[in-house]
């Protein structure tokens, strides 16, 4: 199932005299519940790609400073090389301009999940609404 406010929309149940049919609404319930979960568990995914790659960020980063460290020490230098001065920066851009696309990716989920909540509180609102006469 699609979760977007149009698609939310263009539900429609089937009735039987003044009642709708119980087994659509509960199957359309039970495919809402299916997305929602779907979305918590993707969201849960992304979360753990930030963290892994937030980690291999840091090790790389320790990596790069302990090669400087070590070449320099060859040299008889004490402070890190250019190059990998140059290098650790492409690197942490790198790592930055990530984080920030997946933090975009993070915020429109939040935004879908909440706009999926809204919409699906504002569909079972409505069908409060409804008597049971209404429904039947």
């Known amino acids: 199932m699609e979760l977007s406010k149009k698609a939310l929309e263009e539900v429609a149940f ?12 509960d ?3 039970e495919e809402l519940m299916v997305s929602v ?11 753990q790609e930030v963290k892994n790659l937030k980690s291999q960020t840091a090790k790389l980063k320790e ?10 020490s060859l040299r008889g230098d004490k402070h890190p090389l250019t190059r990998g001065e140059r290098i650790c920066r492409e690197l942490e851009q790198e790592r930055d301009e990530l984080i920030a696309e997946i933090k975009q990716l993070r915020r ?5 999940r909440e706009a999926v909540r809204d919409d699906a509180k504002e569909l079972l609102n409505r069908l409060e ?8």
């Open 37 to 47: 979960d779907q979305a918590e568990r993707e969201q849960a995914e992304l979360r």
């Open 108 to 112: 429109f989920r939040e935004e879908f």
């Open 63 to 72: 990596t790069l400073q302990s090669r400087e460290e070590e070449y320099g």
């Open 14 to 25: 089937h009735s039987r005299g003044r009642w709708y049919r119980g087994d659509e609404v």
């Open 129 to 136: 609404q409804f008597s049971s006469d209404q429904l039947l």
């Open 27 to 29: 199957a359309f319930l």
